[in-house]
DNA sequence: CTGTTAGCGCCTTCAA
DNA sequence: TTGAAGGCGCTAACAG
């Protein structure tokens, strides 16, 4: 006969339901407050109330309900994710690194995807403050849009918020990001090095538009405290090219529609140029399937007729043929990096906002080659 | 002058912790509940008092309190999802499905990783209760652990699950699958039909181990109400191969340790062999990646020396040279169907416990030819 | 249509 | 150490 044998009848009547701490307090013969204190740890009680309270507990199966908890406390040891896609490779190691961190420090994770549209995004952040989330992180899509700025007035209510891979202009808040500069630079410098002349870069920024880059439209992109991946790698490109004395043909850097068709039309057309380009830096997974599959298409052979670099490093990518060199970014960790920083400020951690850069690795495989002739 | 100027003082007082309801009221000088009624939107009230809620609720910035709203209601419009990992593309399309049905829905989404240990399932089923989650979609990772087994006392309190991708053998609930079967099966005879009749499987059931394949050994497989994707393609190789009279040699089945490393050793061994396979069906991305290492490794080439059929279609598969002829799988779409079932069920659908099957779709690209002479 | 009165389950003073 | 009482912000019956 089990311990609790005699308690079975009510164990059956009330596992059907959720037991609160009241019923526990109940069975166990004691106040509300001390089965509270034993089950909350916290305050003091004697070995023996602390017995019968875990007793009662655990015959009835008691699970803390940490809503009732959340809404007594103000803590919801919960932190909100805001992602363009979660399907995407990037996004999804982010997120596990995200959720890994928050996991060791006992937060939970709550997901919203944006598809990079700004009103969704203004939604989820307002989804996420009526979840009462104690943080937020988020790889912000757009402008701030709305002037009463979900974002904004979450940090004006206290809430913390801690950027990745992206930055706005006007927040102040901490941000977790690539350093794509360097990677874009060092990208471009390998390929310099094996002698490439005419490198294209796709996809560049889409902002750049159809007008010439002059040095004060690219002054305003280097000096603004607006930081995107794809604005940082034209910089980077541009500044390897700069360093190397060779000009920036903004015919072969790609600024129409950042998709697999975009980059396929861009491809397409450089290749058809009479100067084409002899190497393809592709500065997203998309960027290097599309550049892959033209290339192909064309009858190129990597990297003989044309050198390539990608990002966004793939397991496939080391054993295509040849090996694709590829920027690996270390995306697990900037998840990891940006929920303890986020952890940091929710525990009350002051000082300045302040960008954490990660460096990123080039993959060296066998995708370059000496320009042809 | 905006409207609001008149309230600049106390908005800019108010404006920095979170409004609640009764501040709303009180600005709108009206009851508490009245001012419930309007943001809750339930009951009726007059056109006046609604204009006048809304505007100090805007004045204000007034967002619910979902927490408080739930506490209440004892509804969280959240759906809790389990998986072993997030950074699995596999998962990361699943959860993609799920998040977008939810959202649909109304219901937002809880994530939690779990590596496929059984200890951090259980522990996450507990963590989402406690959460008091509507439901939860699951990727059960073993049998039932714990005793108390958290997934069964969840049930017991009335929290409708949905299992994707496997199911459990004692757990009376919905699921949504593959049908790896027929997939599997679609493969092998693919194969079998381009005259192929040694056709390795990598991986296969670990469980077989080193025991040889008997008759009734794999009528458990058969019978049993227990479905993970490994055993069901392990069940649909062998039916292509009896249908086509081949026999079933365990020594082309890899049972050893599911890994890249442990794909690697086992194509490695196999095709030292006098009777090597002349094809090879991987029936997970990480077995397509060792496979394809291997094999070149080996200075083979596909497909006129060997002929290969993956599972988990990617676009790097189709950039391939050649193109992997793949089984490209509805992930998002099996998120989807969990997610919207999960919704029925909590919204009170009754019925037995069903299992959905979705096809998947084999896509011929250029991976396989005619076994060599 | 409106305001009043109770809770939801927990934490947290405050006396005892 | 322990219990009683009040409150978190909201919804939900209940009168008026």
Redesign the pocket.
Same mark, same amino acid.
């Given at each position: 006969m089990r311990p609790s044998a005699q308690y079975t009848e009510s164990v059956t009547t009330v596992d059907t339901a959720?037991p %609160? $701490?009241?019923e526990v307090a109940r069975r166990a013969g004691? =106040?509300? *407050?001390?089965a /509270?204190?034993v $089950? =909350?740890n916290? +305050? *003091?009680?004697?070995a023996?109330?602390?017995e019968r309270v875990l007793a009662a507990a655990r015959e009835l199966g008691?699970e %803390?309900?940490e809503l /009732?908890?959340s809404? *007594? %406390? +103000?803590v919801t040891m919960t932190l909100g994710v805001v992602v363009a896609d979660i399907a995407n490779p990037f996004f999804a190691g982010v997120l596990r690194g995200i959720a890994d961190a928050a996991r060791e420090a006992g937060y939970g994770t709550v997901l919203v995807n944006t598809d990079e549209d700004e009103a969704r995004e203004d939604e989820a952040v307002r989804l996420l403050m009526g979840k009462q989330v104690d943080g937020i992180v988020i790889a912000p899509a757009g402008g701030a849009a709305a002037d009463p700025n979900p974002l904004r007035t979450a940090q004006l209510r206290g809430v913390p918020i801690v950027q990745i891979d992206r930055t706005l202009a006007g927040l102040e808040a901490d941000a977790v990001v690539m350093d794509n500069r360097h990677a874009a630079r060092d990208a471009t410098e390998l390929l310099i090095a094996a002698g490439h002349r005419r490198i294209a870069l796709v996809w560049g920024p889409a902002r750049l538009g159809r007008q010439t880059v002059t040095p004060s439209s690219l002054e305003r992109w280097a000096t603004t405290t607006e930081l995107t991946s794809v604005g940082e790698r034209f910089l980077g490109y541009r500044a390897a090219l700069d360093a190397a004395d060779l000009e920036l043909d903004p015919a072969i850097v790609m600024t129409g529609e950042q998709s697999i068709a975009g980059v396929r039309a861009f491809v397409r057309t450089v290749l058809a140029t009479p100067r084409p380009p002899t190497a393809f830096i592709a500065t997203e997974l998309d960027a290097v399937i599309g550049v892959l599959e033209e290339v192909h298409a064309a009858g190129l052979r990597v990297p003989a007729d044309m050198s390539i670099v990608g990002f966004d490093d793939s397991p496939w990518a080391s054993v295509f043929d040849p090996p694709i060199t590829t920027v690996r970014q270390p995306v697990q960790r900037l998840g990891e990096h940006a929920a303890r920083r986020l952890i940091e400020r929710i525990s009350g951690a002051g000082g300045e906002p302040f960008v954490d850069h990660l460096a990123s690795e080039l993959i060296d495989r066998g995708s370059i080659a000496a320009p042809r002739g």
């Open positions: 959720k %609160t $701490l009241s004691v =106040g509300r *407050s001390s /509270a204190r $089950l =909350g916290y +305050g *003091s009680v004697s023996h109330t602390r008691y %803390t309900n /009732a908890r809404m *007594s %406390t +103000g």
